[in-house]
Nanobody, 126 residues
């Protein structure tokens, strides 16, 4: 099976921006629904943003709406998460994940996703 590799994390001040990348080694990446999740220390993993190559509108957690944008580049087999106006509460390890298909609230549920990357740390200082 293919791999998912996240990159782009780092340390940024509050109000700053980062762009995360999720690169897939599998040519069939475009068949999957892709999502970003995050997990902060001592907290449960939470959904951040979801994307489908079919053109369905991306979907976001309320906490990041208007600040984060998920997009994909089919030619590069990569999905991005542009994060603007970062806040200290955005600090977490960010993971990308894929699933063959999802429907409705299932797309927000991490347990439905079958492949995960290793994660990239995002730290936002106040």
């Amino acid at each position: 099976q293919g791999l998912l590799v996240e990159s782009g994390g780092g340390l940024v001040q509050a109000g700053g921006s980062l762009r995360l990348s999720c690169a897939a080694s599998e040519r069939t990446f475009s068949r999957y629904a892709v999502a970003w999740f995050r997990q902060a220390p001592g907290k449960e993993r939470e959904f951040v943003a979801g994307f489908r190559w079919s053109g369905v509108n991306p979907y976001y957690a309320d906490s990041v709406k208007g600040r984060f944008t998920i997009s994909g580049d089919n030619a590069k087999n990569t999905v991005y998460l542009q994060m603007n106006s970062l806040k200290p509460e955005d600090t977490a390890v960010y993971y990308c994940a894929t699933v063959i298909s999802c429907l409705g609230y299932g797309c927000y549920d991490g347990t439905r996703y079958t492949k995960w990357g290793q994660g990239t740390q995002v730290t936002v200082s106040s």
